[in-house]
Every structure is written in C-alpha cells, then in structure tokens.
C-alpha cells in the first residue's frame, strides 16, 4: 500500500534528493545568504508535502520540477516582501520602529490597543501578513483591516508622544 507521499510513485526522500540542490540554487538566488536559503528550501518541501498528502499527483517530472522552482521562487520572494514591507513600513512609522531603549514602551502600547488593533497590528508587522490575507483570517474586509492599521497607527503615536496628523 502506497502511503500519501509516495502518490508520485516515488517516496519524499527521493523527490528530496533529486531536487534540493535544485531548490536550494533557486531560493539562493533571491534571498542571497544561506540561512535564508535554507528557510526557502525547508518551507518549500513542507508546501510539498501538503500538496502531495492533499492528493497532488505531477504529470511528469518535469511539471514536478516546475512545481518546485515556481514554489521556491515564489516563497523567497514573500520573504524578501515581508521583510521588504516590513523595513519599509516600520520607517514610514517611526513610532513602530522604536529603538531599543523605546521598544519596551512600544510593546506596552501596543498590548494596551483594544483587541481589533492590536490583532492587526501583530499580524501585519509582526507576522508580515497583508491586509488582504488578514482580512481573510479575521473574516472582515480588506477595507476594515486598513482603517485598524490606520487608526492603530494614529493611537500609538499618540501614546508614544508623537504629534496628531492634521
């Protein structure tokens, strides 16, 4: 009897070893350092697993290939965007990205917001979600997840001493 991950006709060890150096080249390409690369790599195989345990069969190995360098690419590209997004918005919002000897006050501020802002506020900076897939997660619209980041926003840099936008 054939387990879930051997539904390809090979076991995972042999999907793995045929292409992890694969993977590993592709993932390294984008983040550009080996831990990274290394996270790109594990993350991939996992998504793997669950598509074959969902019952994904590939027509050929050529599609399975395809399958992983499409997912390896893309999985280091969405780390690259968090962290991207990440840098990016916490410089937008100096009151987020407070330095080390504020970062204690920042987490108190942030674990006094009501809890649909400080929800949106983690996941977003934190877990580097969008708004659209926090949206998804919390069962509201793309519309009211970024009227909490705004409203979160504002709140802290009040808290923190910062000056009210006109």
Known sequence: MQGPLQRTGRSLR???EEHIQTVYRVAF????????SE?????????LIRQIQ???????????????IVTAS????????RRYRSDLDLADYPELAAPAQRRGELLDAIC???DPYKTVIYMFYYEGYSAKEIAGYLGVPA??????????????????????DA
Do not use: I
């Not at 390409?29 to 990274?36: A, G, H, I, S, T």
């Not at 969902?54 to 992983?68: I, T």
């Not at 893309?74 to 965007?81: D, F, H, I, Q, V």
């Open 29 to 36: 390409l984008y983040v550009k350092n080996k831990p990274d």
């Open 143 to 164: 519309a009211t997840v970024r009227t909490r980041l705004a409203r979160a926003r504002k709140r802290l840099k009040l808290e923190l001493g910062g000056e009210p």
């Open 39 to 47: 996270d790109v790599v594990q993350d991939t195989f996992v998504q």
């Open 54 to 68: 969902a019952g994904k069969v590939f027509d050929s190995p050529a599609h399975e290939r395809a399958w992983l």
């Open 14 to 16: 042999d999907l793995y």
């Open 74 to 81: 893309n999985t280091a590209k969405n780390l690259l965007r």
């Open 112 to 114: 006094a917001l009501p």
